[in-house]
């Protein structure tokens, strides 16, 4: 396996992971990899009344920084032209309240327990 398959089976991996994390708290997935202006957002789910766009950053170690400070102002803006791509072809008439989260799945590759950190609503104070 190349390192490029393999990065992108760990991500996909750690995906799952978050997916199965959310709906243990109650988060219903709604979409996987959802991309829209050049933008894609991880996973899409509904909890309680809104929506919640979530990034997912899959790390087996800190050598590149913890997975929540590789989501920075460019990479939510962008997230964020996604969203309201999302919310335009999906649901134009609705006023529906959405957030933005970061999970970070924290562990080996196959880890049958990875540790997560779930950081909520990272984009309240983005400017627009």
Not at 53 to 61: D, H, L, P
Not at 81 to 100: M, S
Request: hydrophobic letters at 40%; one cysteine or more.
């Amino acid at each position: 396996m190349t390192l490029s398959h393999y990065r992108q089976d760990f991500a996909r991996w750690g995906e799952a992971q978050a997916a199965r994390y959310l709906e243990a708290l109650g988060y219903e997935v709604l979409v996987r990899n959802f991309t829209a202006q050049h933008a894609e957002v991880d996973l899409i789910c509904r909890f309680l009344d809104g929506l919640v766009f979530v990034e997912v950053k899959t790390r087996s170690n800190q050598a590149y920084g913890p997975g929540e400070q590789s989501v920075d102002k460019a990479k939510l803006r962008a997230i964020k032209r996604a969203v309201y791509a999302y919310l335009e072809n999906h649901h134009p008439d609705a006023e529906i309240g959405w957030q933005i989260d970061i999970v970070v799945v924290e562990g080996n590759f196959g880890c049958p327990e990875p540790q997560f950190l779930h950081f909520q609503n990272v984009g309240a104070s983005l400017d627009e």
